[in-house]
């Protein structure tokens, strides 16, 4: 029998070798264009150039860029779980939010990249979460370049993994609701905020509103319900309000103008109280000021520290009262009592720590922690009368006022230091290891 062979000529042996390769390549190609298509649909979000409001018109959120190229007012209605707001001009321009729910895992919910001023009014409940740090985005649900105003009726849940409102230019809220839930500061200003009326519900891992030049609240219900530091500015001034804070170290902080702590140094921080109702409890300090404190008025409460390392008022220059009512309880190893007051201040540092509700001259208080100082200024309070600390109904201190400032701190910083008993008062006895009283 003949063997035969068949021998393949090189060219078609080549293109066998070809065909296998455009075969593979084209495996490569359509596993390339699938991943890449769900990439861009994460990463690169396909963009909507949204037209300004005709005559009672608005525009459905769509996923992607909801993008805003012109001034003007823009409504918007409808969800997204993958899109985003994004205003880019120079012109002024008002969003009108009606009962939207906006979800951006790689950015911000509303970004402002223009000079223009962004308005933003809230009609009915509105929701915008940020769940992702990004380069160009790292920490904001709401980015604004410029001026930033929220009001209207309605309400917003804003939910980030950074900071929720944030502008390089003056914030301004007023009339709405929000509820803001932040790993980092939930309201910050590179310059200035103001808040006029609204309400504003806070949990925060940083500062519940932060303000790098001047922080002004006339007005509306703030409750920080956990926060590093509950109101943070280099000028800070309250004139009314209902002001509710709770705070791991710092509860208000007028820090100086370059944001340093310059620890028994007099800064350029201003703490100025005139009205409203104020609630402080803090694990550092209550009312922190790199410069000065003035108080002229309002209802002030401090639920102040429990280590000597903090005090109830920490002040690097002048404590000046002229008005309003302030208990501030605390430590005693830094307590501090005004500088200069034209109403009666009585700081009582007491022989051991006692927790329970207390009254003095009409005034009374419930803090929630142990307290081993208090300090009291009111009107109401008179030179030449006599007074009883109460602590849960037994007497601890008795004092007479002589002058307006009536006790000095024993703390390291300011204050003065006490020598025996300056008070005029009877001071009770020491109790043994110093125990807290209940």
Do not use: W
Request: proline share 2%.
């Amino acid at each position: 029998m003949e063997n035969t062979k068949t021998n393949y000529p090189k060219s078609s042996n080549n293109s066998r070798g070809k065909i296998i390769a455009i075969i593979i390549g084209a495996v490569i190609l359509v596993g390339g264009l699938t991943a890449g298509g769900i990439y861009l649909a994460t990463h690169q979000q396909p963009t909507t150039i949204i037209s300004a409001d005709a005559s009672g018109s608005s525009t459905k959120l769509s996923d992607g860029e909801n993008k805003i190229k012109a001034g003007g007012t823009y409504t918007f209605t409808g969800s997204t779980s993958n899109g985003k707001i994004e205003i880019d001009t120079t012109e002024d321009v008002k969003i009108i939010l009606d009962n939207v729910s906006i979800a951006n895992p790689s950015g911000a919910a509303i970004k402002s990249k223009g000079a223009g001023k962004l308005t933003i009014e809230l009609i009915g409940e509105n929701a915008l979460t940020t769940t992702d740090k990004t380069a160009d985005d790292p920490s904001s649900a709401i980015s604004g370049d410029a001026d930033l105003e929220i009001t209207g009726t309605g309400s917003a849940t804003i939910k980030a993994n950074g900071k929720g409102i944030k502008a390089d230019g003056t914030i301004t809220l007023g009339s709405a609701t929000l509820n803001i839930n932040t790993t980092d500061d939930a309201v910050h200003s590179n310059s200035n905020i103001t808040i006029s009326s609204g309400s504003y519900t806070i949990n925060t891992g940083d500062d519940g509103i932060h303000a790098d030049k001047n922080l002004i609240i006339k007005s509306g219900k703030i409750t920080i319900e956990k926060s590093h530091e509950g109101l943070e500015s280099n000028i800070l001034e309250i004139s009314g309000g209902e002001i509710s804070i709770v705070a791991d170290d710092d509860g208000v902080n007028a820090q100086n103008s370059d944001g340093s702590t310059r620890i028994g140094i007099s800064g350029d921080g201003a703490l100025n109280i005139s009205g409203g109702k104020l609630y402080v409890n803090s694990g550092g300090d209550g009312l922190d000021s790199n410069g000065s404190i003035e108080i002229s008025g309002g209802e002030i409460f401090v639920d102040g520290p429990t280590n000597n390392g903090n005090g109830a008022i920490d002040c690097d220059s002048d404590i000046n009262i002229t008005g309003g009512t302030l208990v501030a309880v605390g430590s005693s190893g830094m307590a501090q009592n005004a500088t200069s007051a034209t109403q009666p201040s009585v700081l009582m540092n007491l022989s051991s720590s006692y927790k329970g509700e207390l009254s003095f001259g009409g005034i009374t208080f419930a803090p929630a922690k142990s307290y081993q100082s208090v300090l009291i200024s009111s009107s109401s309070l008179k030179i030449g009368e006599s007074y009883s600390l109460v602590i849960d109904g037994a007497t601890v201190q008795s004092v007479t006022i002589s002058q307006n400032i009536t006790g000095q701190g024993t703390g390291m910083m300011g204050g003065g230091m006490t020598g025996g008993n300056p008070m005029g008062g009877q001071q009770p006895s020491a109790q043994p290891g110093g125990q807290t009283r209940r």
